[in-house]
């Protein structure tokens, strides 16, 4: 059986401020095999990595991503609301992250943060970023809107797209097929054995997300899920050492 993955949830963001370089910096120093971040379009449209639609809660900033340049959004702090030990990080943009990826040879899952808010050409233009640091084999990406998931394989057939759901879905693996995509991100809670096997048949990798309780790691990992989505990879990694022990 293949090694379950370590993914870290927006970089390491139980020990940094979530979705910046520090973060992501540690995922590597952690020996994660991927990071997962989540991307905005910008008013002058160029793609930026935070989770919200707005500023307010991870910067001292306000007001929406889509509404502020990109240099506008630089001058925000994205580390103080964290730790003052991390004032003066900055939102990054997705090349900043790639680069660090393409550099330590790492798996990234990019969510396409286009729910609320639907950002044109989106898809496109990350396809692009991906193809120009040679990373579209390393590169999952995921999203709750599975239309945008459509046109990125329309857009890049041979990248690995994602359903991310958080209920419990009959025969996820049925569906994921007919949306067209390669890969499944269900909310934890609802992957049980029948899921993983299910998936399994149909060779589609499931990647649980977000699971921070060592008993959640465990039992995902008995299961044999592919790759595990989380905000401590440390703690996963401890865990997946004392199983295999
Ligand atoms: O991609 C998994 C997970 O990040 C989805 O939810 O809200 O943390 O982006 P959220
Ligand atoms: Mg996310």
Redesign the pocket.
């Known amino acids: 059986m293949k090694r379950t993955e370590v993914y870290a ?2 970089g390491f963001s139980a020990m940094a401020p979530e979705n910046t370089m520090a973060a992501f910096q540690r995922a590597v120093d952690a020996g994660a095999d991927g990071v ?1 971040l ?1 991307v905005h379009l910008t008013k002058d449209n160029k793609v930026v990595v935070i ?1 919200d639609e707005t500023v307010k809660r991870t910067t001292d900033g306000t007001g929406k991503v889509r509404e502020l340049t990109l240099e506008e959004l630089r001058r925000l702090d994205a580390g103080s609301w964290f730790d003052p030990e991390f004032k003066g990080e900055k939102i990054p943009t997705l090349e900043e992250v790639l680069q660090l990826v393409a550099e330590h040879g790492m798996k990234i ?1 990019i ?1 396409l943060k286009n729910n609320r808010v639907i950002y044109p050409e989106l898809e496109q233009k990350v396809a692009n970023l991906l193809q120009q640091y040679g990373l579209v084999k390393q590169a999952v990406i ?1 999203s709750f809107n599975h239309y945008s998931l459509k046109v990125m394989k329309q857009v890049q057939p041979e990248i690995d797209t994602a359903i ?1 759901y958080m209920e419990g879905l009959v025969d996820p693996w049925v569906y994921a097929k007919h949306a067209g995509a390669t890969s499944l ?1 269900p909310y934890w809670y609802t992957v049980v054995e029948e899921v993983v096997k299910g998936c399994q048949k149909e060779n589609l990798p499931v990647r649980p ?2 699971v921070n309780q060592p008993k959640g790691m465990r039992r995902l990992l008995q299961l044999g899920v592919d790759a595990i ?1 989380t905000d401590k990879p440390d703690v996963l990694r401890e865990e997946m050492e004392k199983t295999a022990a």
């Open positions: 949830h927006r997962e989540d989770h899952n969510e995921s991310l991100h997300f977000t989505i």
